[in-house]
């Protein structure tokens, strides 16, 4: 089993990789993300002691598929999930990924094609009600 990842960070979160900030790019018609070479480490049980450094590749793109749909809050509650604000498009999601660690590579890709994907903005928690 391998499991390539971020490393559990300081704040104790986990499988997180900081993209580059250009690695985003947002147009009229869809978002692509493109990362090459991040740096992880590969462990081989959950929160093993060994780990071995590793870098992966990914390129995904969402095609817009449809038009906006527009969410308001179904509850005041802080803590209620429906409590946020968004607007999402239905999209088609292709990717192409690979990854690299010392005796083992592996690459793939996939689509959303038959299944779901969309793509949007969001506000919640102390964001919601500022514009």
Same mark, same amino acid.
């Given at each position: 089993?391998?499991?390539?990842? /971020? ?12 993209? @580059?900030?250009? *690695? ?5 018609? #869809? ?29 995904? %793109?969402?095609?817009?598929?449809? @038009?906006? %749909? ?7 509650? +802080?803590?209620? +999930?429906?409590?946020?604000? #968004?607007?999402? %498009? ?9 990854? =690299?660690?010392? #005796? ?5 890709? *996939?689509? =959303?094609?038959? !299944?779901?994907?969309?793509? /949007? !903005?969001? %506000? ?5 009600? =500022?514009?």
């Amino acid at each position: 089993m391998h499991d390539f990842n /971020g490393a559990v960070q300081p704040s104790g979160l986990f499988w997180i990789v900081q993209a @580059p900030e250009d *690695a985003l790019k947002i147009d009229d018609d #869809g978002v692509q993300l493109d990362v090459d070479g991040a740096s992880v480490v590969d462990d081989f049980q959950f929160f093993a002691p060994l780990t071995v450094p590793g870098t992966v590749s990914y390129h995904m %793109r969402w095609k817009a598929a449809g @038009p906006a %749909r527009h969410f308001t809050p179904q509850s005041s509650d +802080p803590t209620d +999930p429906t409590n946020f604000v #968004g607007d999402f %498009r239905p999209a088609i999601a292709t990717g192409t990924f690979s990854g =690299s660690e010392l #005796g083992f590579s592996f690459t793939g890709t *996939a689509s =959303s094609d038959m !299944t779901f994907a969309e793509f /949007g !903005t969001e %506000r919640n928690g102390l964001f919601l009600q =500022s514009k």
